[in-house]
């Protein structure tokens, strides 16, 4: 079975503010849902919630045992849609319009 998602709403949670430094902690390895939203000063669910598009679709899988969460990235998927050129310019793309809003 092939999974079809919308590589560009992947992107745009990957570059979302909260939802890159939650992914830039699952970098080394796996995390507890509750450091991650300790990290983030936001809920655990508002962290499901912000990652649940990229879980539904493998990029990072949600592991749930004796009550608690916890969350690994999946590196290999995540950096393909980094290096397909198309959405490295779209990357791009939406960093020049946060800077624009910043500056």
């Known amino acids: ?3 079809i998602f919308d590589r560009e709403k992947v992107v745009d949670c990957m ?3 909260v939802t890159s430094s939650i992914l830039a902690e699952l970098e080394d390895g796996e995390k507890q849902c ?3 939203a300790q990290q983030s000063s936001i809920s655990e669910s508002e962290v499901l ?4 598009y990229l879980i539904l679709h493998g990029f990072v899988f949600k592991n749930s045992q004796d009550g608690k969460c916890s969350l690994v990235a999946n590196s290999d998927k995540l950096t ?3 290096e397909d050129s198309d959405n490295f310019d779209a990357a791009i793309g939406e960093l020049e319009k946060m800077d624009s809003y910043l500056n």
């Open 15 to 17: 570059f979302d503010s």
């Open 49 to 52: 919630e912000r990652l649940s």
């Open 80 to 82: 393909s849609i980094i």
């Open 1 to 3: 079975m092939v999974d």
């Open 34 to 36: 509750s450091f991650l």
